[in-house]
């Protein structure tokens, strides 16, 4: 069975430092990943999708970064943080053609100070 | 523009009511339509997911309706627990693209006890 795994669950970090949050799917074959932010009352935004590896596409532009170094491995980055940063971050796996997929991860929540 | 709205936007409900949730959307093309639930600080899991062939799905007290010519879906939840207080989000699927998820910014449903 697929599993995806999100670490870590929760983070706090100084404004101007830099982010990892890493995400690997286990169980499934060059997957589509996804990243989402979520703010409160404001429904999931769509950050980042990946349909291979080192294959990056970002819907909105802001202060992150997001690489495929592997088939199953999705990391989330920024060099310098900004407050407006904080939030719930969820990844996300797909296969494209299928009824299924698009699970979740178990999200990390980042509060930059 | 593809968009879906949820209402309620909150709902609070005694242990052991039942409810119904709805869900609009104007999504197109429709490939599928998808109910999340989300607890409190996780990702969000799936309930159901059905494709426009499908009227209704149940996943144990979830029953999920979809009605593929008004673009309409709901989600009633019988004898309602303690632990179904979480945002329930109602997500849609077009099928070309591979960012093609449009979510609803969800209902958040309190049971009380």
């Known amino acids: 069975s697929q599993t995806i795994h999100q670490w870590p669950a929760t983070l706090v970090q100084p404004v101007g430092s830099p982010l990892s949050l890493e995400c690997t799917v286990e169980g499934t074959s060059n997957p589509n990943l996804y990243w989402y932010r979520q703010a409160a009352g404001r429904g999931l935004q769509l950050l980042f999708y990946?349909?291979?590896?080192?294959?990056i596409s970002s819907e909105v532009p802001q202060n992150l970064s997001a690489s495929r170094p592997q088939d199953r491995q999705f990391i989330l980055s920024s060099k310098k943080l900004l407050l407006s940063d904080s939030g719930f971050y969820l990844c996300?796996?797909?296969?494209?053609?299928?009824?299924?997929?698009?699970?979740f991860g178990s999200g990390t929540r980042l509060t930059v100070v | 523009k593809n968009q879906v709205e949820q209402s309620p936007q909150s709902l609070i409900i005694l242990e052991g009511k039942n409810c119904t949730l709805q869900?609009?959307?104007?999504?197109?093309?429709?490939?599928?339509l998808r109910w999340y639930k989300q607890d409190t600080g996780r990702g969000p899991v799936s309930l159901t997911i059905m494709t426009f062939s499908e009227n209704t799905k149940s996943n144990g007290r979830y029953t999920a309706t979809l009605d593929a010519d008004t673009k309409q879906s709901s989600l009633h939840i019988t004898a309602s627990q303690l632990s179904d207080s979480a945002s329930y989000i109602c997500v849609v699927s077009s099928p070309s693209g591979y960012s093609t998820l449009t979510f609803g910014k969800g209902t958040m449903l309190l049971v009380s006890p």
């Open positions: 869900c609009n959307y104007t999504v197109s093309p429709f490939s599928n």
């Open positions: 996300a796996w797909g296969l494209v053609g299928t009824v299924y997929g698009y699970t």
């Open positions: 990946s349909v291979g590896i080192g294959q």
